[in-house]
């Protein structure tokens, strides 16, 4: 079984940075995918970016040149570096963990808002 906690999530200025942190417990392979995920509200979650071992990632066009994904596995720790926020940004973000079999988990979210 694993388990996410989320942490970082907070109030920031348009423009502002945030580092959100999801720590993981349990059995946690280079192999497995990490990533975040965010909830506005009234929309549906979408996937803002990911990471498989330490080099593969993907982003969110959305958010593409502003986020970084990074992860230490050591750690199985996930990480997102959140630069030039803006208020569209503001959302729940939570981590998942897309294991090699196709099983995810889920945290409990971190709320992230954007005043402008």
């Known amino acids: 079984q694993v388990q996410l906690v989320e942490s970082g999530g907070g109030l920031v200025q348009t423009g502002g940075s945030l580092r959100l942190s999801c720590a993981a417990s349990g059995s946690i392979f280079s192999s497995d995918t990490m990533g975040w995920y965010r909830q506005a509200p009234g929309k549906e979650r979408e996937l803002v970016a990911s990471i498989r071992g330490t080099s593969s990632t993907n982003y969110a066009d959305s958010v593409k040149g502003r986020f970084t994904i990074s992860r230490d596995n050591a750690k199985k720790t996930v990480y997102l570096q959140m630069n030039s926020l803006k208020p569209e940004d503001r959302a729940v973000y939570y981590c998942?963990?897309?294991?090699?079999?196709?099983?995810?988990?889920w945290g409990k979210g971190t709320l992230v808002t954007v005043s402008s």
């Open positions: 998942n963990v897309e294991t090699y079999y196709g099983v995810n988990y």
